[in-house]
Nanobody, 128 residues
Framework: QFVESGGGLVQPGGSLRLSCVAS????????VGWFRQAPGKEREAVSC????????YYADSVKGRFTISRDTAKNTLYLEMNSLKPEDTAVYYC???????????????????????WGQGTQVTVSS
């Protein structure tokens, strides 16, 4: 259902734009988000968009550097990543589902918990 792309090797301070093309799901109707998993670590939430009011969530570690957006006409989710750091190195995945919660942060956590149809992800490596 999800095909992620746009990853690569970039130097610290560099930028990348990730894309996630969804098929079989309407990204404008569901909660959507980006998640990442570094080697030896659990998958974590990076950024999400609420389906109810479009509220945005960013993990503290990426706030001010990453921007999530979606193009409903293309049914594509994006993650613009600037000022990349070595600790951003991970495989990045997107997800979407019908989840709601009292806050967009809780919704993002719920989306991570319920998602099980993950794509292949896209590798982001930040290194000099």
């Amino acid at each position: 259902q999800f095909v992620e792309s746009g990853g690569g090797l970039v130097q610290p301070g560099g930028s990348l734009r990730l894309s996630c093309v969804a098929s079989g799901v309407a990204l404008d109707l569901q909660a959507v988000g980006w998640f990442r998993q570094a080697p030896g670590k659990e998958r974590e939430a990076v950024s999400c968009i609420s389906s109810s009011d479009g509220s945005l969530y960013y993990a503290d570690s990426v706030k001010g550097r990453f921007t999530i957006s979606r193009d409903t006409a293309k049914n594509t989710l994006y993650l613009e990543m600037n000022s990349l750091k070595p600790e951003d190195t991970a495989v990045y995945y997107c997800a979407a589902d019908f989840v709601w919660d009292s806050t967009v942060q809780a919704m993002c956590a719920s989306l991570l918990r319920v998602s099980n149809d993950w794509g292949q992800g896209t590798q982001v490596t930040v290194s000099s």
